[in-house]
C-alpha cells in the first residue's frame, strides 16, 4: 500500500483539481481542506507517538494572525508563508521544550489549556486583535502579481496543493527514517529508548515542532483564502476538529489525513446546505461509523480496497 | 549423549577460563536500596573484572534485579556507589550510562511491540549509529544487512518480518536480548537471559551468545537461574540473597558449597526442572 502512495497521490491531486475546474465554488472549500489536511498530518505524527494534541489550533491561528498583521506591510505570499510558517515552528518549539514531558491525558488538556490561553488573548486584546470581530487580512500577491479574484484563488489552491504534496513527502520520508520510527516506539515501548540512548523527549520534540511548523502553514493559507482571522481559529472546537479528521481520514498513511480533510469538508458544505442544523448530525454518524466499522478510517478502508482489486 | 559432552568440554577450556586478571571494569561498593520495609539492596559489593562472565544466582526476591536497575540507571541507590571504568555513575541517566558502553537486556522483554523483529533490531542499531537522520530510511541497506546478520546469530531469521508482540516467550527474549547486543556495548547485563527459551534450545543458545560476547571482548553479567548453563559458562558466580551477596567465586567453589546448594540451588533448581 506504502508503494501505491505516490500514484494515490497524484490520483487524488488529479482529482482535486478536476473538481475545482468544474465546480468554481467548491475551489475555496477545498483549499481549506487542503490547508486542514497540512494541520491534521501533524497531528497524525504525534498520534503515531500515542499522543492526541487537543491544542493544535493554536499553531494554525498563529500562522493565520501573522499573515492578518502582516499582510498591510508585506503583502507577499512568498513571504508571509515561510514568516508565518516558522513562527508557528518557532512557538511550537517553545511549548514543546515544556509539554513533551507529558503523556497521553496529561499531555492531550496540556495542549488544549495552552490553546485555551492564546484564545482568550486573541479574545481579550481588542485593541490589537480587535477581539471576536477578528482582522480582514489584506489582499496580498504572489511572486510581486496581484492576480485578480479568480487567479488569485488558483493561485491559493495551487499553493496549497504544492506544500500538501511537500510536506506530504517530507513527513513520509521521515515516518520511514529512523527518527519516524522510534517516534512509533514511545508509543509501545518509551523505555526501551531510553535504554538504547535515545532521548524519546527529543524525539517527540521533534515531530512536535513538525507538526506546529504544519499547523502554521494551514493557519497561512487559511488567513489568506478566507481573508478573515478570528480567535475561533484557536477554539479548542478547531482543534478537536482536526483530531476529529485525523480519525476519520486515518493514522495509517500521510494520505488520509487529506482524504479526511476533503471529505469533512465536502460533507460539512453539503450537509450544511441540505439540512441547515443538522450537519453536524451528519459528521457524528459520519465518525461513529469510522469508529465502529473502519477503525483504519478512509484511507484504511481505501487500503482494503485497493489490496481486495490487486489480489 | 558424547556429543554434548565433547562441546561442553571444549566450552570449558575455550569459554571457561579463569577470570582474566585485566582489572575492574564495575565497582560497586555498599549499595543500599529499600522499598518501604522490603531491602532490595542492603550493602552490595562487587567488582565486575573486565572481560570476565559474571553470573548472579539467588531466590526470587533476593534483589538481582534490582542491582542491574540501579547499575543501569533506573533505579537510584539510597546509599553506595558505582564507579565504572574508574568513574562514578551512580544516578546517571540510563541513556548517560547506555552511552558509556553499558547496555542491559530484561527480565521481562521490552520490545517494541508494533514493530517487526527486524525493525526492532533495525531500531537498536540505528540507536548506535545516532538517529538524526530524518530522511534516509531506517530500513536502508547497511542497517538492514547488520539486523538481519544479528537476527541469524540469534536464530531468529525465520521470525524478522513477524510483529514483535506476536512472538513466543522465548522469541522475545532473545530479540530483547539480540537489541542490546545491537548496542555493541562493553558492559552487557542480562536479566535472566534464557527464561522462556525452551530447554532443547537453551544451550545452543547460550553457547552462540557466549561466542558472540567474547568474540567482541564483552564483560557480561548475567542473571541466571539454570545451573548447567551457570557451570559452563560463568567464569564467577556471585550469590544473592535478601539483597546481600552472600557467596563469590569460581563456579566450581560456589556451587558445591552445601550452604548455598541448601539456599538457592535447591529453589531455582526447582525452578528450573
Ligand atoms: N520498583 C519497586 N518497587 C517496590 N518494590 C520493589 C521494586 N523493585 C523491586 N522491589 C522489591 O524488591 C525486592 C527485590 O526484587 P528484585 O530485585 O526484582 O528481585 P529478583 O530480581 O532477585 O527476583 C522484591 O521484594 C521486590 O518486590
Ligand atoms: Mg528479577
Known amino acids: 500500500m506504502r508503494r501505491a502512495e505516490p500514484l494515490l497521490a497524484l490520483a487524488g491531486a488529479a482529482a482535486l483539481v478536476g473538481i475545482a475546474y468544474a465546480a468554481p465554488w467548491l475551489r475555496f472549500v477545498l483549499t481549506i481542506a487542503l490547508a486542514k489536511g497540512l494541520a491534521v498530518l501533524g497531528i497524525l505524527l504525534l498520534l503515531k507517538a500515542g499522543q492526541v494534541s487537543f491544542g493544535h489550533a493554536m499553531y494554525a491561528a498563529v500562522g493565520a494572525y501573522v499573515v492578518a498583521f502582516a499582510a498591510p506591510g508585506m503583502g507577499e505570499a512568498l513571504v508571509l508563508l515561510p514568516l508565518a510558517t516558522g513562527i508557528a515552528g518557532l512557538l511550537g518549539l517553545v511549548v514543546g521544550l515544556f509539554i513533551t514531558r507529558y503523556r497521553e491525558i496529561f499531555f492531550s488538556m496540556l495542549n488544549l489549556a495552552i490553546s485555551m490561553v492564546l484564545y482568550s488573548m486573541l479574545e481579550k486584546f481588542y485593541a490589537i486583535t480587535k477581539g471576536t470581530d477578528g482582522i480582514r487580512v489584506a489582499p496580498v500577491t504572489f511572486a510581486g502579481l496581484s492576480p485578480e479574484r479568480e487567479s488569485a484563488e488558483w493561485a491559493m489552491f495551487a499553493i496549497a496543493l504544492l506544500l500538501a504534496f511537500g510536506f506530504g513527502i517530507v513527513a513520509r520520508l521521515y515516518l520511514a527514517s529512523p527518527m519516524g520510527q522510534a517516534l512509533a516506539g514511545i508509543k509501545t515501548r518509551e523505555t526501551r529508548l531510553e535504554f538504547m540512548g535515545v532521548p524519546a523527549r527529543h524525539v517527540l520534540l521533534s515531530a512536535y515542532v513538525f507538526s506546529a511548523v504544519m499547523a502554521g502553514a494551514a493557519g497561512a493559507i487559511i488567513a489568506m483564502t478566507t481573508r478573515h482571522v478570528t480567535p475561533l481559529l484557536a477554539y479548542w472546537t478547531t482543534s478537536g476538529e482536526l483530531v476529529f479528521i485525523a480519525i476519520l481520514g486515518g493514522a495509517g498513511g500521510v494520505l488520509g489525513p487529506f482524504l479526511g480533510a476533503a471529505a469533512y469538508e465536502l460533507i460539512r458544505v453539503h450537509a450544511a446546505a441540505a439540512f441547515a442544523d443538522l450537519w453536524q448530525l451528519t459528521l457524528g454518524i459520519a465518525l461513529l461509523l469510522v469508529i465502529l466499522f473502519a477503525p483504519g478510517g478512509l484511507w484504511g478502508v481505501l487500503a482494503r480496497l485497493f489490496r481486495r482489486v490487486r489480489a | 549423549m558424547s556429543a554434548s559432552d565433547d562441546r561442553s568440554a571444549e566450552g570449558r577450556e575455550g569459554l571457561n577460563r579463569p577470570p582474566p586478571d585485566q582489572g575492574v571494569m564495575l565497582e560497586a561498593r555498599g549499595l ?24 548472579i544466582i539467588g531466590p526470587n526476591g533476593a534483589g538481582k534485579t534490582t542491582f542491574i536497575n540501579m547499575t543501569t540507571g533506573y533505579l537510584r541507590p539510597q546509599a553506595g556507589s558505582i564507579h565504572h571504568e574508574g568513574e562514578r555513575i551512580t544516578g546517571l541517566s540510563p541513556r548517560a550510562i547506555v552511552r558509556r558502553g553499558i547496555a542491559r537486556s530484561f527480565q521481562l522483554p521490552q520490545l517494541f511491540t508494533e514493530h517487526t523483529v527486524l525493525e526492532n533490531a533495525a531500531l537498536a542499531i540505528a540507536a548506535r549509529l545516532g538517529i ?15 539486523a538481519r546478520e544479528l537476527l541469524a546469530r540469534f536464530g531468529l531469521s525465520a521470525i524478522e518480518e513477524s510483529r514483535a508482540d506476536t512472538l513466543n516467550e522465548g522469541a522475545r527474549k532473545l530479540a530483547d536480548i539480540a537489541m542490546a547486543v545491537a548496542l555493541k556495548p562493553r558492559l552487557l547485563l542480562m536479566d535472566e537471559p534464557t527464561s522462556g527459551v525452551a530447554a532443547s534450545e537453551k544451550m545452543a543458545v547460550v553457547e552462540t551468545l557466549a561466542r558472540v560476547l567474547r568474540d567482541a571482548a564483552v564483560t557480561a553479567v548475567f542473571v541466571e537461574h539454570d545451573m548447567d548453563v551457570v557451570a559452563r559458562f560463568a567464569d564467577r558466580v556471585a550469590v544473592w540473597s535478601q539483597g546481600r551477596i552472600v557467596a563469590l567465586g569460581p563456579p566450581a567453589t560456589v556451587l558445591s558449597d552445601p550452604e548455598v546448594q541448601r539456599e538457592v540451588i535447591g529453589v531455582s533448581g526447582a525452578i528450573h526442572a
Open chain 2, 132 to 146: 538524526w537522520s530524518p530522511l534516509a530510511p531506517l530500513l536502508r541497506r547497511e542497517i538492514r544487512e547488520e
Open chain 2, 32 to 55: 543500599r536500596l529499600a522499598f518501604g520495609g522490603v531491602r532490595a539492596a542492603d550493602g552490595i559489593d562487587l567488582s565486575v573484572m573486565r572481560g570476565e562472565f559474571l553470573a
